[in-house]
Structure formats: structure tokens, C-alpha cells
């Protein structure tokens, strides 16, 4: 027996936390019974639906693996019922159905992990494994020394404790600063809560870097594959 979350990760149909909010939603059926949040299934002999579709485990199925330079405006999630744009509208290249790692929300751009490899998502995705990212952050103002070495501290926001790894100053220009923020955690908007916490104001954020992977001249809306070598340091990561 296994987890329904997981088995629809093993699948390559979906993320583990993509898979619960289904379950949640009334979209999966086990043998024709509405399925649970925490419920088991025996890949041999149950029959798994989602959205009326069967989700099987295929074997032969290679997990595929892609970069994507998200821009402003797109969510990331396969659909959205308030009718925004989501990254999959993005894909046309790519045939088959991957979902993303993580999150970055609307208003952010920049570095994003698309695959069917549950596993690894997990792995990226879990606060326990720590992946550091990189992001550079354009403030709408300029932020003094003081204020960096906040930005950098413990600060609790709506009982959350968060807490950036670093926080660098890049560049102060004409009432705006350009700085460099790197996170483990990655938790809902942690950056702008963050630096908001501080009265800072964020003006555009954009992830570089997962890891040692980074986005490099990879342009705005574009997606390419991984290359091998960045999906073996990916599987390598602890």
C-alpha cells in the first residue's frame, strides 16, 4: 500500500502538495469512491481517477526535467480557477506533462523547475533539505546599511518566523537599491514579508539560482531541458 500523494508523484501526474489540493477538491476517485486526504492505495489492484482520467504507473516512462524563466503574471500551478495564466501555457515545446518545484508567486519572475519526477520534487521542495536559492531583489528605495542588517535577521510576520540566509546590498541607484537575498526555505511570499516587515518595499523579484543551477541568458517565457549534468547534480543534492 502507498499514500495516494505519493503514488500520484511516482506517477509523474503531479507534486505531492498539487495531488493533496485535488484530493481536497473532489477530483480523485478510488474505485469509484470520492477519494481522502491521507488515504492508501494498492497500485496493482486499485484503479485511481483524476478528473475522470485513469493515473497509472508506465514503467517505461523516462522522468523528463526542464528549465523556465517564469515572467510576471503567470501563477504557477497546471490551471487556475480565477482564470490567470498559468506556466503550463508557457510549454508549448514540451510534450510532456510536467508540473512545477515549488513556487514563485504571481508578481515574481525568474528560475523555474519543471519535471514529473515526484521524488526529486520532493527532495527540492521540502523544507528539511535546505536547497539554497538566489534571488535579486529591486527595492523602491534606498536602503541604508541599518536596514540590511535587519533585512537579514529573524522577523515573525503573522506568527511565522522567517529568516533570509543573506542578504546582500548590490547596487543604490535614484531611489531604488538592487540587492541579492538567498533563501532555504522559500516559505508563501517570504521575501516581500520580509522585507515589507522592514518598510521595504519590493518592486520586482527574480529567482537566479537553485542550488548551482543558475538561469543564466535563458530568456523571459522561454524553457529549455536540463542538461544532464545539472539533473545528476539535482539527484546528488542531500
Known sequence: MIRLQKYFSECGAMSRRAAETAIADGRVTVNG?????????????????????????????????????KPRGYITSLSDEKGRKCVTELLSGVSERVYPVGRLDYNSEGLLILTNDGELTNKLTHPSHGVKKTYVVIADSVVSDEQ???????????????????????????????????????????????????????????????????????????????????????????
Open 148 to 238: 540590511i542588517v535587519r533585512l537579514g535577521e529573524p522577523v515573525t510576520v503573522d506568527g511565522e518566523r522567517m529568516q533570509a540566509d543573506s542578504v546582500e546590498l548590490i547596487s543604490v541607484g535614484d531611489k531604488r537599491s538592487v540587492l541579492r537575498v538567498v533563501l532555504s526555505e522559500g516559505k508563501n511570499r517570504e521575501i516581500r514579508r520580509i522585507f515589507e516587515a522592514n518598510g521595504v518595499t519590493v518592486r520586482r523579484l527574480k529567482r537566479v539560482a537553485l542550488g548551482r543551477l543558475e538561469l543564466g541568458d535563458l530568456k523571459k517565457g522561454e524553457v529549455r531541458p536540463l542538461e544532464k549534468e545539472e539533473i545528476a547534480y539535482l539527484k546528488r543534492l542531500k
Open 33 to 69: 469512491e470520492t477519494a481522502v486526504i491521507g488515504q492508501s492505495v494498492d497500485p496493482e489492484r486499485d484503479t485511481v481517477l483524476l478528473d475522470g482520467e485513469p493515473v497509472r504507473r508506465d514503467p517505461r516512462k523516462k522522468p523528463s526535467y526542464y528549465m523556465l524563466n
